[in-house]
């Protein structure tokens, strides 16, 4: 997974092309360390489909706060720059990421 | 899509989990822990933990986790990824499928599952969660550096959580729905919170709508007492207005539970199903708390270990042999039993190669006994193939068991 920030987030995110997942996290988010395997596995699952990216918050708040990220842990698919789809705390399971994932290649 | 066969299985790795665990594992079971995400539970999403007895400070929720899981592997218990999706409760062994697809079967079942925090449904608060509205003051506080929030809840884990908050917050607004100076938590933090010059108090109120565009902007705060409205502008919303069980999955099981989830059990942590015990925040109890969960972890154990040792023998001694076997129920307690047994062994002897013969103390097996309605010391009963084809309570004089036992 790239790990992404305020310098590089315009253009691994919001400029590149075909789907990009990020996923919102930081060490003190426990949640969010309890996912990270499982994201890390569907990273490699969907390696060929869908570009997979990191964002530590705490190094970053205002971006993501920018990005209307104010809770943890979240991920977000973008497409052309927009916010296709978003998961959010307990909804921010594997199996659900599975299927924004498969929804957002199709 | 494996079925792994256990001993027992615990389902939830929090506090009341992995103290099973241990225990279990200490006492040589073949343990497994069933947990969906890291070990710890919701102690794990809190940071200060100044109850544990034993560490006063210097120790946060995560690392004693870390500990509680540390030891259970230690002693040879299983920690796995997984949630178990339905169960199965009607068999002889336990049968737990899991998301992954996994089958586990087990003697004896700990239901450890715990509980999450209670949403309020107020409007506006499901679609701004994650946009300024937590339920978890480790996660997402850093967020909100510098920044105003408001704390709904003022029982001992909202005021806690609230004080760790001011460590980032400009100001931490408390809508309290009791009256001036009346907080649900205790004394000791009452006192402390009134101290903290960033926490703000609002009494007799209460809130009813979050609103914001896209993030959370501002809550409607209403004084009970007058009726008033208050539009209050915040940065963020943090909920603690206690939990739920996690007991979703369980429904349909024939595991009892109250209307609100929670699973009523025993002194000895038994549910309803026999071999399914709960542990922890899950069940119906007074004080829900990382100390209470893991003494619960240890009688669910304890109990567990029994309760297997006694089936194992039952079955072996009673259930399985091929012979006729007549068991004397007796207790300690009894003294009618103390002077009785020894014509029973007596008449056992007496008929060896024909008749096997078990004692079972009623005093320490009362599961076994109460299954085949058997109530008082002494009775004696007759088992074959299986079943139970004959019970006698007392008085029963001698020669009328040596008339059973020859017609058996």
């Given amino acids: 997974m790239i790990e992404v920030n305020?310098?590089?987030?315009?253009?691994?995110?919001?400029?590149?092309?075909?789907?990009?997942?990020?996923?919102?996290?930081?060490?003190?988010?426990?949640?969010?360390?309890a996912l990270v395997p499982e994201v890390e596995a569907l990273s490699e699952r969907y390696a060929a489909n869908m570009k997979f990216c990191k964002l530590n918050v705490l190094e970053n708040r205002r971006l993501s706060i920018g990005q209307k990220v104010l809770g943890l842990p979240t991920i977000i698919v973008y497409k052309n720059g927009e916010k296709m789809a978003e998961l959010t705390k307990d909804e921010a399971t594997a199996a659900n990421i599975e299927s924004m994932i498969k929804g957002q290649i199709e | 899509m494996a079925v792994i066969e256990r001993d027992v299985v615990i389902v939830g790795g929090g506090p009341a989990g992995l103290a099973a665990a241990m225990y279990a594992a200490r006492a040589k079971l073949s343990t497994v822990v069933v947990e969906k995400g890291n070990p710890g539970g919701q102690c794990r999403t809190t940071y200060s933990m100044e109850n544990y007895p034993g560490f006063a400070r210097g120790m946060t929720g995560p690392?004693?986790?870390d500990r509680f899981a540390e030891h259970a592997t230690e002693f040879g218990a299983e920690i796995v990824r997984d949630a178990v999706a339905n169960v199965d409760f009607s068999g002889d062994r336990?049968?737990?499928?899991?998301?992954?697809?996994?089958?586990?079967?087990?003697?004896?079942v700990i239901v450890a599952v715990g509980a999450e925090p209670r949403t309020l449904n107020l409007p506006g608060e499901h679609e701004l969660r994650g946009k300024g509205v937590s339920y978890c003051a480790t996660c997402d506080a850093d967020f909100f550096e510098e920044l105003d929030i408001v704390v709904i809840g003022n029982g001992d884990a909202a005021v806690e959580e609230a004080m760790y908050l001011t460590k980032f917050v400009n100001s931490a607004t408390m809508i309290v729905v009791h009256?001036?100076?009346?907080?649900?938590?205790?004394?000791?933090?009452?006192?402390?919170?009134?101290?903290?010059?960033?926490?703000?108090?609002?009494?007799?109120?209460v809130v009813e709508e979050i609103a914001g565009d896209g993030i959370v902007e501002s809550v409607t705060?209403?004084?009970?007492?007058?009726?008033?409205?208050?539009?209050l502008a915040t940065n963020g919303v943090f909920l603690f207005v206690g939990t739920i069980p996690k007991t979703d999955f369980l429904k349909g099981s024939g595991l009892t539970m109250d209307a609100r989830g929670y699973v009523p059990t025993?002194?000895?942590?038994?549910?309803?199903?026999?071999?399914?015990?709960?542990?922890?925040?899950?069940?119906?109890?007074?004080?829900?708390q990382v100390v209470t969960a893991a003494a619960d972890g240890a009688v669910a154990a304890v109990a567990a270990e029994k309760y297997i040792h006694e089936e194992e023998t039952f079955r072996e001694s009673v259930l399985e042999p091929e012979l006729p076997v007549m068991v004397a129920f007796w207790s300690p307690t009894s003294q009618a039993s103390l002077d009785f047994l020894p014509a029973v062994e007596r008449i056992a002897r007496e008929r060896k190669g024909q008749l096997e013969f078990v004692k079972i103390d009623i005093y320490k097996n009362q599961r076994v006994a109460k299954r085949y309605g058997i109530e008082q010391a002494p009775t004696i009963a007759f088992f074959r193939g299986g079943e139970l084809v004959e019970k006698a309570p007392w008085p029963t004089t001698e020669q009328d068991l040596e008339l059973q036992a020859n017609r058996i």
């Fill in chain 1, 6 to 33: 305020k310098e590089n987030f315009e253009a691994e995110v919001l400029q590149a092309s075909g789907p990009v997942l990020v996923d919102f996290w930081s060490e003190k988010c426990e949640p969010c360390m």
């Fill in chain 2, 63 to 65: 690392e004693l986790m």
């Fill in chain 2, 94 to 108: 336990h049968v737990l499928h899991t998301a992954k697809g996994d089958e586990y079967r087990a003697s004896a």
């Fill in chain 2, 179 to 205: 009256d001036e100076g009346v907080l649900d938590a205790t004394a000791i933090i009452r006192d402390r919170a009134f101290k903290n010059p960033k926490l703000k108090w609002v009494w007799n109120s």
């Fill in chain 2, 221 to 231: 705060v209403r004084n009970i007492r007058t009726n008033e409205r208050t539009a």
């Fill in chain 2, 266 to 288: 025993t002194e000895l942590l038994e549910t309803n199903v026999p071999g399914v015990f709960c542990a922890g925040d899950a069940r119906v109890k007074y004080l829900r």
